[in-house]
């Protein structure tokens, strides 16, 4: 199994900057993609920004020159960096990674974390 653990989330001000990390643990044999989506009251969870092993990014056009999705293939991390924060960005952030585990090598499964809630005031 895969488990993924967010931190960092928080309540920012408008025009503020929050950093949130997740770390994947478990019996991992390798991670592919890893991303950020995003669940705000009463809304579907919707993509944010995603990053596969070798470091190609997709982001929404909503957080474009805004936010910088990172990883650290070594940790087993991926990082949203949160600049010029938006009322309109609050939602519970939730990572997610496409991997596959010592038992089942061949196949990957996308597993997701629990979620860290960011909270933008205007």
């Known amino acids: 199994q895969v488990q993924l653990v967010e931190s960092g989330g928080g309540l920012v001000q408008l025009g503020g900057s929050l950093r949130v990390s997740c770390v994947a643990s478990?019996?991992?044999?390798?991670?592919?993609?890893m991303g950020w989506y995003r669940q705000a009251v009463g809304k579907q969870r919707e993509l944010v920004a995603t990053i596969t092993s070798g470091g190609t990014t997709n982001y929404a056009d909503s957080v474009k020159g805004r936010f910088t999705i990172s990883r650290d293939n070594a940790k087993n991390t991926v990082y949203l960096q949160m600049d010029s924060l938006k009322p309109e960005d609050t939602a519970v952030y939730y990572c997610n990674a496409d991997a596959s585990t010592l038992r089942n090598r061949a196949v990957q499964f996308t597993y997701w974390g629990q979620g860290t809630q960011v909270t933008v005031s205007s």
């Open positions: 478990g019996s991992i044999f390798s991670i592919n993609a």
